[in-house]
């Protein structure tokens, strides 16, 4: 009698176990639920430049991206045709809009369109550079003592000198920030008036390696110093200028080291040995995104907080990505050659090995 | 063959036109004989083919060039604090320096030289000393960035004071042993001097009569460099205005400072545009015509101490 009541309970255990795991099991089948995206990179077109003898002329303007890779520079339309390929005289300055390609003395500078027609030439004997969104002109002192932004039609807007060599500068939005040799950060505004000064103190030998504004312009940031090096953050309330964060770093480079902050200002890029370092702006801690070799592309697809870096060693490229808290998340070696990385609105535009390629990104 | 120079010797074959060796060693033995405020020269043979202040089309220059591909060592024990290479590695801008070094010494001064061979830059070693016998090259002077011809765009910057100073003053040059007089220039030359009132420039000649009235006095000063497979135009170191023997004007190339954004003369507080008129036509100030006769006097020193002068009578009569 007691060994069949135990009989018994043992198989309502078992019922009891398999009943709701098979509930479970037919809910998940019936109403699947989504457990996170994933994304999903998609080619979508690949030009051979090697092969390419003459550039595709549509009579229609479509939209075109502009890149550089090596000594070439060039436009491609958003489908995969080829609009223009030229050789780098000495130097371009280069957005979607249009180009200049300009020689080592230049007497007057001639901006031309995607299609390579002349748009307008204007004296200036500086070197020219657009800004990110290729709205903006500036013409660098070819002594490195100042600059001044021209308007598209070649008319000066302002222009500033410093009695320094400037080291460094990043333009976003409506700031201009400009690093100098004597460890003096000057963010300007879109008028050329100054608005704040700073040397960022705390280091032996004063000196800026790079900087970067914040999209928002409310921050900005500069690797400073030499003994030791420093990555700096001010945060801008007004007409004051306030120390955010200032970490000491383990690098002593005397070059221009790569320094920019992510999209949503949260997060400050930098080379570091051995790496891109990534400083958390809120809570001030570090991470390494590591790489080879040093770094000859950098692009962040912002919404989707991945970032992807090409690094060269040894005549080698290596493509990384990584989700931008430190997890890497795919390596490829890339073709011999010049390359380059940008962002597209759709994913980005990859150019090695003499290809260039679009590659769409997805989440699904 | 033993050589002093054994460093340089690798450097030599580098060289399109070796520097001759009792050239080097004398610049050498000059970094010794260096009084402590100064800086020696950072080339062996200073050609001097731009000076401090010459007109950049736009800007002042606030250094100057030195000709021909030689070796460029420091021009004082300092620390290399900032570095760029030609077509290599990271750079937000584009750089008319071309490869360049800049060097941090004592007392708040920095060096730049700019143009440098990209190849031949040896800056592994961040600190420097003032150059010896055998001591290698920081590298040698080039045509990277925007550089006319082989050369060193060489400057010097007093961070305490913020500004640019003439390494070739010619009362208290920089630069040690200073430049010999006449030796470096021809001239200066105290050209055509000109009365621009409402837009229209009236050249003004000795015995020549203008109308009374207030005007701007513009004047063609310049020296010539004679290194150079061609004469080139550079900037003297001083002007001087006098009216009926009366100081009107003086400028010197001393320094120059950042103020509101712009570097002036220092001594004058002239900008780039208030200076130059056009290429080599400077901006003397107004000046008031009365009847009469009057007597003008520009002189010109260039920085090796030579000078020359004008002197224009003029006869000034109402319109």
Same mark, same amino acid.
């Given at each position: 009698?007691?060994?069949?009541?135990?009989?018994?309970?043992?198989?309502?255990?078992?019922?009891?176990?398999?009943?709701?795991?098979?509930?479970?099991?037919?809910?998940?089948?019936?109403?699947?639920?989504?457990?996170?995206?994933?994304?999903?990179?998609?080619?979508?077109?690949?030009?051979?430049?090697?092969?390419?003898?003459?550039?595709?002329?549509?009579?229609?303007?479509?939209?075109?991206?502009?890149?550089?890779?090596?000594?070439?520079?060039?436009?491609?339309?958003?489908?995969?045709?080829?609009?223009?390929?030229?050789?780098?005289?000495?130097?371009?300055?280069?957005?979607?809009?249009?180009?200049?390609?300009?020689?080592?003395?230049?007497?007057?500078?001639?901006?031309?369109?995607?299609?390579?027609?002349?748009?307008?030439?204007?004296?200036?004997?500086?070197?020219?550079?657009?800004?990110?969104?290729?709205?903006?002109?500036?013409?660098?002192?070819?002594?490195?003592?100042?600059?001044?932004?021209?308007?598209?039609?070649?008319?000066?807007?302002?222009?500033?000198?410093?009695?320094?060599?400037?080291?460094?500068?990043?333009?976003?939005?409506?700031?201009?920030?400009?690093?100098?040799?004597?460890?003096?950060?000057?963010?300007?505004?879109?008028?050329?008036?100054?608005?704040?000064?700073?040397?960022?103190?705390?280091?032996?030998?004063?000196?800026?390696?790079?900087?970067?504004?914040?999209?928002?312009?409310?921050?900005?940031?500069?690797?400073?110093?030499?003994?030791?090096?420093?990555?700096?953050?001010?945060?801008?309330?007004?007409?004051?200028?306030?120390?955010?964060?200032?970490?000491?770093?383990?690098?002593?480079?005397?070059?221009?080291?790569?320094?920019?902050?992510?999209?949503?200002?949260?997060?400050?890029?930098?080379?570091?040995?051995?790496?891109?370092?990534?400083?958390?702006?809120?809570?001030?801690?570090?991470?390494?995104?590591?790489?080879?070799?040093?770094?000859?592309?950098?692009?962040?697809?912002?919404?989707?907080?991945?970032?992807?870096?090409?690094?060269?060693?040894?005549?080698?490229?290596?493509?990384?990505?990584?989700?931008?808290?430190?997890?890497?998340?795919?390596?490829?070696?890339?073709?011999?050659?010049?390359?380059?990385?940008?962002?597209?609105?759709?994913?980005?535009?990859?150019?090695?090995?003499?290809?260039?390629?679009?590659?769409?990104?997805?989440?699904? | 063959?033993?050589?002093?120079?054994?460093?340089?010797?690798?450097?030599?074959?580098?060289?399109?036109?070796?520097?001759?060796?009792?050239?080097?060693?004398?610049?050498?033995?000059?970094?010794?004989?260096? /009084?402590?405020?100064?800086?020696?020269?950072?080339?062996?043979?200073?050609?001097?083919?731009?000076?401090?202040?010459?007109?950049?089309?736009?800007?002042?220059?606030?250094?100057?060039?030195?000709?021909?591909?030689?070796?460029?060592?420091?021009?004082?024990?300092?620390?290399?604090?900032?570095?760029?290479?030609?077509?290599?590695?990271?750079?937000?801008?584009?750089?008319?320096?071309?490869?360049?070094?800049?060097?941090?010494?004592?007392?708040?001064?920095?060096?730049?030289?700019?143009?440098?061979?990209?190849?031949?830059?040896?800056?592994?070693?961040?600190?420097?000393?003032?150059?010896?016998?055998?001591?290698?090259?920081?590298?040698?002077?080039?045509?990277?960035?925007?550089?006319?011809?082989?050369?060193?765009?060489?400057?010097?910057?007093?961070?305490?004071?913020?500004?640019?100073?003439?390494?070739?003053?010619?009362?208290?040059?920089?630069?040690?042993? /200073?430049?010999?007089?006449?030796?470096?220039?021809?001239?200066?030359?105290?050209?055509?001097?000109?009365?621009?009132?409402?837009?229209?420039?009236?050249?003004?000649?000795?015995?020549?009569?203008?109308?009374?009235?207030?005007?701007?006095?513009?004047?063609?000063?310049?020296?010539?460099?004679?290194?150079?497979?061609?004469?080139?135009?550079?900037?003297?170191?001083?002007?001087?205005?006098?009216?009926?023997?009366?100081?009107?004007?003086?400028?010197?190339?001393?320094?120059?400072?950042?103020?509101?954004?712009?570097?002036?003369?220092?001594?004058?507080?002239?900008?780039?545009?208030?200076?130059?008129?056009?290429?080599?036509?400077?901006?003397?100030?107004?000046?008031?015509?009365?009847?009469?006769?009057?007597?003008?006097?520009?002189?010109?020193?260039?920085?090796?101490?030579?000078?020359?002068?004008?002197?224009?009578?003029?006869?000034?009569?109402?319109?």
């Amino acid at each position: 009698m007691s060994a069949r009541r135990a009989t018994l309970k043992r198989r309502k255990a078992k019922g009891g176990v398999l009943v709701p795991v098979a509930l479970v099991v037919l809910i998940v089948i019936l109403f699947p639920v989504s457990l996170g995206r994933e994304l999903t990179a998609r080619p979508v077109w690949a030009i051979d430049l090697r092969e390419v003898q003459v550039p595709y002329l549509d009579p229609e303007p479509l939209e075109t991206v502009g890149f550089r890779l090596g000594d070439r520079i060039g436009y491609a339309a958003l489908d995969g045709q080829l609009k223009l390929l030229q050789r780098v005289i000495y130097g371009a300055a280069l957005s979607d809009g249009g180009f200049i390609n300009f020689s080592r003395i230049p007497g007057s500078l001639v901006l031309q369109n995607p299609d390579g027609e002349l748009v307008r030439s204007f004296s200036q004997c500086g070197y020219p550079a657009f800004d990110e969104s290729g709205d903006r002109l500036f013409v660098f002192y070819t002594d490195a003592t100042g600059l001044k932004e021209i308007t598209l039609e070649g008319q000066e807007l302002w222009r500033i000198e410093f009695p320094s060599v400037i080291t460094s500068f990043h333009s976003n939005g409506s700031r201009r920030l400009i690093g100098l040799a004597n460890g003096g950060l000057a963010l300007i505004d879109s008028s050329g008036a100054v608005l704040h000064r700073t040397t960022p103190d705390g280091s032996r030998v004063p000196v800026i390696l790079g900087c970067s504004v914040g999209s928002s312009g409310g921050r900005i940031a500069a690797v400073s110093g030499i003994g030791p090096q420093k990555a700096v953050i001010f945060r801008i309330r007004g007409d004051e200028l306030k120390e955010e964060r200032s970490i000491e770093l383990a690098s002593s480079y005397r070059r221009e080291v790569f320094g920019r902050f992510s999209h949503d200002e949260q997060l400050l890029y930098f080379e570091q040995p051995g790496g891109i370092g990534v400083l958390d702006v809120p809570s001030g801690g570090i991470d390494l995104l590591p790489m080879e070799g040093t770094l000859t592309g950098f692009c962040e697809l912002g919404d989707r907080r991945i970032v992807l870096l090409i690094s060269e060693q040894k005549g080698r490229s290596v493509l990384r990505g990584y989700c931008r808290i430190g997890h890497l998340l795919f390596e490829e070696t890339l073709a011999e050659g010049p390359s380059v990385i940008r962002t597209l609105e759709s994913g980005i535009l990859l150019g090695a090995g003499g290809r260039l390629m679009r590659i769409d990104v997805a989440e699904g | 063959m033993r050589t002093p120079f054994r460093c340089l010797s690798s450097w030599r074959r580098l060289a399109l036109r070796p520097v001759p060796r009792r050239l080097l060693v004398a610049f050498l033995a000059s970094a010794v004989l260096l /009084p402590a405020a100064s800086f020696n020269w950072p080339v062996p043979q200073p050609r001097l083919v731009s000076t401090f202040a010459d007109n950049s089309i736009d800007h002042f220059q606030p250094g100057i060039e030195l000709g021909g591909r030689q070796p460029v060592y420091p021009a004082a024990e300092g620390e290399i604090v900032f570095t760029c290479r030609e077509g290599e590695g990271y750079s937000s801008f584009p750089r008319g320096i071309g490869s360049a070094v800049v060097l941090q010494h004592e007392g708040g001064i920095q060096s730049v030289y700019a143009h440098l061979e990209t190849e031949s830059m040896r800056v592994d070693d961040p600190l420097v000393r003032t150059p010896a016998e055998g001591d290698p090259p920081l590298a040698f002077s080039g045509d990277t960035g925007a550089a006319v011809g082989q050369g060193l765009l060489f400057m010097l910057i007093d961070l305490e004071e913020g500004e640019f100073l003439n390494p070739i003053k010619h009362d208290k040059p920089l630069l040690y042993p /200073p430049l010999e007089s006449g030796k470096s220039n021809r001239g200066p030359v105290v050209g055509r001097l000109f009365l621009k009132r409402g837009g229209i420039l009236e050249e003004l000649t000795d015995g020549s009569r203008a109308a009374a009235g207030e005007g701007e006095l513009l004047a063609e000063i310049y020296a010539l460099s004679t290194f150079s497979a061609f004469l080139r135009k550079t900037a003297p170191y001083r002007i001087y205005l006098a009216k009926n023997g009366q100081a009107a004007a003086s400028i010197a190339f001393e320094s120059l400072r950042e103020q509101d954004g712009r570097l002036v003369v220092a001594d004058s507080s002239l900008g780039f545009a208030d200076l130059f008129e056009d290429a080599w036509l400077y901006r003397l100030g107004s000046i008031a015509l009365v009847e009469g006769k009057i007597e003008l006097q520009i002189k010109a020193e260039s920085h090796d101490g030579s000078e020359s002068e004008r002197i224009i009578d003029l006869t000034v009569a109402s319109e």
